[in-house]
């Protein structure tokens, strides 16, 4: 008789996210264990507790979720849980530190069902966050001469998501070569007028920062831009104007999105990637692999 399938939801915050046991519960994981807190010295003791149960034709129905608001904690616990795995002494595993990567895969796919973005501008209004440095590095990825300009009010901050996301992909991506680098280019803006200045002849406005921020205000039908993305659902609204649930809508001859618009393929992305921890023992979903989940789901769709 087939095992029942249990996730293991590691969590560096010391409340672990209730919002990801739902998702795991509604996807129909049989049993859910949560370990709230966790420290990068505790992970071998809960990954050889995964790995060291079942027999090896049983371990696809064990995997691993990490999630947690501390995403630098959050990625040193996934990076530490994927060393404990060796040969087929293995479970799936899944990180998500609050909601970055399916958020941001979610984002960038809503975009690319309007625009190609071959060679575009892309800017990311309040780039430096989670959602904002996914973003990026999910375009970077794709290899696509795309220029993408990440906005903060500091450009240390910038500069230092640039190093980030260039050793990120240098470390993780075999196919990226530094020739292959589109541009990345840091923008310090601080009030709306900057953010305008910066952002007039982008193809793309993705608005990703704090919740309750107005980052681009109602001037920016000024902007070339042929596609908006504001992530904020707290009102002000990021972008003044796109309502959290426009999705896909045409406002000012631009197509917008806001944060439930785009939540609804980021659910579904999140879903799926629960499903796919399950189908066999090697499964290892980081930004990349999440986006190319929600890339095969809108594919199908599209179909
Ligand atoms: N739709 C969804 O499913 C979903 C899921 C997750 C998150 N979200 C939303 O996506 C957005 C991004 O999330 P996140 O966690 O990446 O955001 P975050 O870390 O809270 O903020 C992103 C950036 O905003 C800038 N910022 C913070 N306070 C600011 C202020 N008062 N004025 C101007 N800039 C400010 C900061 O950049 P600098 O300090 O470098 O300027 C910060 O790095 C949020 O609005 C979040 O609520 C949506």
Redesign the pocket.
């Given at each position: 008789m087939a095992k029942p399938t249990i996730l293991l939801h590691i969590d560096c915050d010391a409340q672990a996210s209730s919002f990801d046991a739902i998702v795991a519960l509604d996807v129909g994981v049989q049993q859910l264990i949560t370990r709230s807190n966790v420290q990068p010295s505790q992970i071998q003791s809960l990954i050889h507790g995964t790995i060291f149960t079942r027999g090896p034709a049983d371990l696809k129905n064990t995997a691993v979720f990490i999630g947690g608001s501390e995403v630098a904690e959050s990625d040193t616990l996934f990076a530490a849980a994927q060393k404990c795995f060796f040969g087929p002494m293995r479970v799936s595993i899944m990180s998500d530190p609050?909601?970055?990567n399916t958020?941001a895969a979610?984002a960038v796919l809503a975009c690319q069902r309007h625009i190609n973005l071959d060679n575009r501008r892309v800017v990311i209004l309040?780039?430096?966050?989670?959602?904002?440095q996914r973003i990026a590095q999910i375009i970077t990825a794709l290899n696509l001469n795309t220029e993408v300009v990440i906005g903060?009010?500091?450009i240390e901050?910038?500069q230092a998501v640039i190093k980030r996301v260039v050793n990120h992909l240098g470390k993780s991506d075999s196919n990226f070569t530094s020739d292959l680098q589109p541009q990345l280019t840091p923008a310090a803006l601080i009030s709306p007028s900057e953010a305008l200045a910066v952002a007039s002849n982008a193809d793309v406005i993705f608005s990703?920062?704090?919740?309750g921020?107005e980052?681009l205000d109602e001037r920016w039908p000024e902007t070339q831009a042929s596609v908006l993305i504001d992530?904020?659902?707290?009102p002000p609204a990021?972008i003044a104007g796109i309502d959290a649930t426009t999705a896909g809508t045409e406002i000012n001859g631009k197509i917008c999105y806001g944060?439930?618009g785009?939540?609804e393929l980021?659910m579904r992305i999140h879903k799926q990637a629960i499903r796919r921890l399950f189908e066999s023992n090697d499964q290892v979903l980081d930004t990349q692999a999440i986006y190319q989940i929600g890339a095969s789901l809108q594919a199908d769709k599209q179909c």
């Open positions: 609050n909601g970055c958020t979610a309040g780039g430096t966050g989670p959602v904002g903060s009010r500091r901050r910038a990703a920062g704090a919740a921020v980052f992530l904020n659902a707290v990021g944060a439930i785009v939540g980021k």
